[in-house]
């Protein structure tokens, strides 16, 4: 079964960084892609970033220029999170989508379907003024 297991996160003041971890267990696709959603409270899930394991990057345009998306060598990703705002204070899921249309399709990061995406447990990031 597919894992995905997110290290990082926490709380930090206006204009602080953060770094976020994710690593998927158990996938045996050697083609992957992957991102991070978020989503703070009475507002609706917003996707972040995306990288698949060609180093394609995607942003919502929220984050461009203060959030980088990287992969490392196994299954796994880093968001380096730079000149955090309150606006940016939400639960941060980690997600993979085995179709890969999350990180080939045109637009910001978004959920294209159900079938073959898979979630983590998500990890609460809070940006204090």
């Known amino acids: 079964q597919v894992q995905l297991t997110e290290s990082g996160g926490g709380s930090v003041q206006t204009g602080g960084s953060l770094r976020l971890s994710c690593a998927a267990s158990?996938?045996?696709?050697?083609?992957?892609?992957m991102g991070w959603f978020r989503q703070a409270p009475g507002k609706e899930r917003e996707g972040v970033a995306a990288v698949d394991n060609e180093g394609r990057v995607k942003y919502a345009n929220s984050v461009k220029g203060r959030f980088t998306i990287s992969h490392g060598a196994a299954r796994n990703m880093v968001l380096q999170m730079s000149s955090l705002t309150p606006e940016d204070t939400a639960m941060y899921y980690c997600?993979?989508?085995?179709?890969?249309?999350?990180?080939?399709?045109?637009?910001?990061?978004?959920?294209?379907?159900?079938?073959?995406?898979?979630w983590g447990q998500g990890t609460q990031v809070n940006v204090s003024s």
């Open positions: 997600a993979l989508d085995d179709s890969r249309l999350l990180c080939v399709s045109d637009g910001p990061p978004a959920v294209t379907g159900t079938l073959g995406w898979y």
């Open positions: 158990n996938y045996p696709g050697s083609r992957w892609c």
